[in-house]
């Protein structure tokens, strides 16, 4: 086996996790603060009042798996009907993010404001500050 690669080393270049680029996917998708939050689907809504409960009937217990399982399993046992509130305000909390991200939508094609841009000039002015020595 000259010259040949052993296995080791084949398998080692196998095993070896490709990062992506600094230019890649993960540095373009720049989160934007304002941008509403989606809203709950029917089964979190649920878990917010399952966890409530949850803990009062389980003090001692601190595993979030726990509450997760166990939640997911009475959300299976649940019927339609019994499924029906947490459907309506999930749908409720999907109208008012519906509108509210119209309303960010039609700020980003606005653009920024005047005042923002105005401000920003202002500053620019005070940075230089080459007029005030003039004057002293």
Same mark, same amino acid.
């Given at each position: 086996?000259?010259?040949?690669?052993?296995?080791?080393?084949?398998?080692?270049?196998?095993?070896?996790?490709?990062?992506?680029?600094?230019?890649?996917?993960?540095?373009?998708?720049?989160?934007?603060?304002?941008?509403?939050?989606?809203?709950?689907?029917?089964?979190?809504?649920?878990?917010?009042?399952?966890?409530?409960?949850?803990?009062?009937?389980?003090?001692?217990?601190?595993?979030?798996?726990?509450?997760? =399982?166990?939640?997911? /399993?009475?959300? +299976? !046992?649940?019927?339609?009907?019994? $499924?029906?509130?947490?459907?309506?305000?999930? %749908? =409720?909390?999907?109208? /008012?993010?519906? +509108? !509210?991200?119209?309303?960010?939508? $039609?700020?980003?094609?606005?653009?920024?404001? %005047?005042?923002?841009?105005?401000?920003?000039?202002?500053?620019?002015?005070?940075?230089?500050?080459?007029?005030?020595?003039?004057?002293?």
């Amino acid at each position: 086996m000259k010259g040949g690669k052993s296995k080791t080393e084949t398998r080692s270049s196998k095993l070896s996790v490709n990062k992506p680029a600094k230019g890649g996917k993960a540095a373009a998708a720049a989160k934007d603060p304002n941008k509403p939050k989606r809203p709950a689907s029917a089964f979190f809504v649920f878990m917010e009042d399952f966890r409530q409960t949850y803990k009062k009937e389980h003090p001692n217990n601190k595993s979030v798996a726990a509450v997760g =399982k166990a939640g997911g /399993e009475k959300w +299976k !046992s649940l019927t339609d009907t019994e $499924k029906a509130p947490y459907a309506e305000k999930a %749908e =409720k909390r999907k109208v /008012e993010y519906e +509108k !509210s991200m119209k309303a960010y939508n $039609k700020k980003l094609e606005e653009g920024p404001k %005047e005042d923002e841009e105005s401000g920003s000039e202002v500053n620019d002015e005070d940075d230089d500050g080459s007029d005030e020595e003039e004057d002293d």
